[in-house]
């Protein structure tokens, strides 16, 4: 019986999920217990930690993310490092839940996504969509001696979808209801919205992205702190600015608000660029570093307002927030303040905030190697559901 056949075997697995996000901050393990796979799928959290990145590991993921550095050489030697990374992860959280790494059956690894086009480009002659995440799994698989699920997202975009978001199906198996159709926002380096409606089944569930996260606020904090601070703790900085509403006016033109789903974006739109333009424009407008971070801020809550209010088929009866923008007061107060729906987060409905993202991908590893559809093709766009991930043994 070979190693697929052994795990399928078993009724309940534990398995680690990773997770690297956009804002490039650190490599997040969850450890989990999954009883059964699709709509018999339960969850148990046995630990979770984030091993923050050095500054040369976080610059360099930027540098290679902008799409104008790196070579092949480069980008063999990050995969690897970021394997090694990676596999550092796996270790810390077994030793935080007092979990021998032998005992894990399976490793579910998004890696760190440094380019993402989701629209057909002209190259080569061909029209040509694509994804790219690296972080090496045989490193993993090699160092845990169990198997290893990783780069997820290009089945769905073979299959003609934008290979984001991919948590849906997870979110789906977790967060359903009967009786209230459930929004989950998600905000991290990038922001994204998933509504679940009440009795509903995988297909009727919808998500995209809706804008910039934490991403904006976080360049504009290291640049106004000339680089003594990644990003804006608690929310203190943009707490004592004022919001630019010419500013804010310059920022609701970005085009993407209005674009109808499925629709995914990331460092490609929301990162040096732009934050360049932006700063530009409240220097015209004489608006001061600490009012361009408020006035950044409350843009990230209204993009979540234009998905919510302009985007959605079916409205949420209520919005559950997640990610690391959970923990900033006043981004959570800005999303209040122009929401009209109640506004929780993952710890009201005995979840961690900051562990959802790679317990989903525990979930997508799981379901992966039991061959089951773990996409949703009506948020991707894709033309069928499909298995997401390759296997490495």
Known sequence: ???????????????????????????????????????????????????????????????????????????????????????????????????????????????????????AVDYLGHAVRGTLQLGEPSVICEGLGCPVVSDFRVRDMAAGGQGAPVVPYAEYLLYRRQDQSVGLQNIGGIGNLTVLPKGGAPEDTFAFDTGPGNMVMDQVTERMTAGKMRYDENGALAAQGVCSEALLRWMLQDPYLKKQPPKSTGREDYGKAYVDALLQKAQELGVRGLDALATACRFTAVCIQAAVEEHCPVRPDCLVVGGGGSHNPTLMKEIRRVLSIPVLVNEDLGFDSDAKEAVAFAILANECIHGAANSVPSVTGAAHPVVMGKISL
Do not use: W
């Open 1 to 119: 019986m070979n190693a697929l056949q052994l795990l399928q075997e078993k009724n309940t697995l534990k398995v680690i999920g990773l997770m690297s996000g956009t804002s490039a901050d650190g490599m997040d393990a969850a450890l989990t217990e999954i009883t059964g796979y699709g709509l018999q799928t339960k969850v148990k959290a046995l630990g979770f930690v984030s091993l923050p990145y050095s500054d040369a590991v976080r610059e360099e993921i930027l540098r290679l993310a902008s799409g104008t550095a790196g070579g092949s050489r480069d980008l063999c030697l990050f995969s690897f490092a970021l394997g090694e990374i990676s596999l550092q992860a796996c270790r810390a959280v077994c030793e935080q839940s007092g979990v021998p790494p032998e005992a894990v059956d399976l490793v579910g690894s998004h890696g760190q996504t440094l380019y993402h086009v989701p629209a």
